[in-house]
């Protein structure tokens, strides 16, 4: 198997490494510019974790041509914030062949996107389209070939479309972190994208905690200062809001607090305020938080709007939701459902509920 990582951020340095110690040949494309570490990477060829997981290896190679990097690969592996999917994806799909699989981390509803971008692009391979819930671990770069990994996670979910190769993707994923990381099946990508925990997890605490972020925000730690027993019940409704969304739309949801100990580790934490406070948590030492960070710009435009919007279709409401569309809308003064990730921008805004799961599917 020959792997492509498409980005070159904390997790894509550490999916190299993942692969790499397995010694299987992966390439990282740099999308953005020629740094002095991408020189220090594209000649020494190596990349490692260090931290709670300690690995690492030879990568076959770094470049800043798309094209070099996924040709003969099996495996594309994208793994990027969803505000860059757009950009990348109009580089990586003239390059696409035939029986590739595409994996991007996390989902953010990217295969909609890619479906549709194809579709207007002329460009019609056959591949699959798989994507994560979330990243497999919590981690931040240390230096130019190292990762720090703060806290991996235990298990996670991973649907592909077709559905009918997630199995043979969940296999692959399952080869490369066997020993430290367990994927699960999804029922779909719809599945995906409605239990990813950013949902729940990063905008509340950031709203509720605006005035104090924007005075302290290099000291401000998001989860212990941020959830409070009182933010952690409002974040708990907007959880069973989600939940009953997903419930309508025939999905195996799973509230948040349950996703972090499947994540973290079990224990007998009853809120999510009490998990992000207990031993299994990794948030503990998380400093530093903005206004104006990813928690809002790319967490509410990027997976709220989307399942805000696909519940209307639905002929359901989701107020809380709508609520911090609004809220962080009005503070950053931005449309964020018109410049978010809306039905237009998925292809979704002339489909009915039934041929969105048959998309997903």
């Not at 992966?26 to 990477?41: A, G, Q, S």
């Not at 594309?76 to 994806?89: G, N, Q, R």
């Amino acid at each position: 198997m020959r792997f492509a990582v498409l980005g070159s951020g904390n997790g894509a340095r550490a999916w190299c490494a993942q692969i790499a110690a397995l010694n299987m040949p992966v390439v990282m494309w740099e999308p953005l510019e020629e740094t002095e570490d991408f020189k220090k990477i594209r000649e020494e060829k190596e990349m490692f974790l260090e931290g709670d997981m300690t690995l690492g290896g030879k990568i076959a190679g770094a470049t800043m041509d798309i094209r070099e990097a996924m040709e003969g690969a099996d495996h594309i592996l994208v793994v990027v914030p969803s505000f860059a999917h757009e950009p990348i994806f109009r580089k990586m799909i003239p390059c696409l062949a035939d029986g590739q699989n595409i994996v991007v981390v996390p989902g953010n509803f990217a295969g909609f996107r890619l479906k549709k971008m194809m579709k207007e692009m002329g460009v019609s391979k056959k591949i699959t389209i798989s994507e994560t819930a979330s990243m497999p671990y919590a981690c931040r770069i240390d230096t130019y070939n190292t990762v720090m990994v703060f806290k991996k996670k235990f298990r996670m979910k991973m649907g592909t479309s077709p559905v009918s190769a997630n199995q043979e993707m969940l296999v692959v994923m399952n080869h490369i972190f066997r020993g430290y990381v367990d994927f699960i099946p999804a029922k779909n990508l719809l599945e995906v994208d409605f239990d990813n925990a950013n949902y729940i997890l990063h905008p509340f605490p950031v709203l509720l905690n605006y005035g104090e972020i924007e005075k302290n925000g290099k000291t401000f730690r998001h989860y212990i200062d941020g959830i409070t027993p009182i933010i952690s019940e409002k974040m708990e409704l907007l959880d069973k809001e989600r939940m009953e969304i997903g419930k309508n739309l025939g999905l195996n949801l799973m509230d948040t607090l349950s996703q972090l100990k499947m994540y973290y580790g079990q224990n007998d934490s009853k809120t999510i305020y009490e998990f992000v406070n207990s031993n299994e948590s990794p948030y503990k030492d998380l400093v530093g938080q903005s206004v104006t960070g990813r928690y809002l710009t790319e967490d509410v435009p990027g997976v709220i709007v989307p399942v805000t919007q696909i519940a209307e279709k639905a002929g359901l409401d989701a107020p809380i939701a709508k609520l911090a569309v609004d809220l962080s809308s009005l503070l950053h003064d931005v449309d964020y459902v018109e410049k978010g990730t809306n039905l237009k921008t998925l292809g979704l805004e002339k489909l009915s509920i039934e041929e969105i799961i048959n998309l997903a599917s």
